[in-house]
């Protein structure tokens, strides 16, 4: 596979993580619209590919010495203006602050200078068997420099 057949897994444009996205049928519901589940696959793909570009991937989480994972433990989404079948959306994330076992994160999509929708995420760092924990030392002080809040644990 070359660099050209790769999928994108977007641009740090600042702290600001930046993932376009196309909206394909299968996005739809029968208007031609995007369902509302749509958005939480679109989000996830954004906070998924900042980590990656980050250097935190999930398959090297779960391989560590001292693993670990992160689940979903809140999201709110204000749904703005409704996207549509072929629009080219951005997912823009960006990750506010780590405070004890938990990852804050804040993401908006956009179709141009459209607000599309937006949410507000928390996320828990767990064990693979299960139980919330914190993230290992070297997890945290990766995050770090991409974080937007000052820290307090």
């Known amino acids: 596979m070359t660099k050209a057949d790769a999928p994108t897994a977007g641009a740090f444009v600042g702290r600001e993580h930046q993932l376009p ?3 394909y049928y299968e996005d739809t519901d029968f208007t031609g619209l995007v369902y509302h589940a749509s958005y939480v696959r679109f989000f996830e793909r954004g906070r998924t590919d900042g ?3 980050m250097g935190v991937g999930h398959t090297e989480l779960l391989a560590a010495a001292d693993p670990c ?3 979903v433990t809140r999201i709110t989404i204000e749904f703005r203006s409704p996207a ?4 080219a959306l951005v997912v823009r994330t960006r990750f506010k602050a780590v405070r004890g076992p938990r990852l804050f994160i804040s993401q908006a999509i956009t179709s141009g200078e459209v607000a599309i929708a937006s949410a507000e995420v928390e996320a828990a760092c767990i064990r ?3 139980g919330v924990r914190r993230p290992p030392p070297g997890l945290a002080t990766h995050l770090a420099p ?3 809040e000052a820290q307090s644990s």
Do not use: E, M, N, Q
Request: proline fraction near 5%.
């Open 69 to 71: 994972a992160f689940a």
């Open 146 to 148: 991409w974080l937007s």
């Open 21 to 23: 996205v196309r909206v």
């Open 51 to 53: 980590l990656r570009l």
């Open 128 to 130: 693979p068997g299960g």
């Open 84 to 87: 549509r079948i072929d629009d």
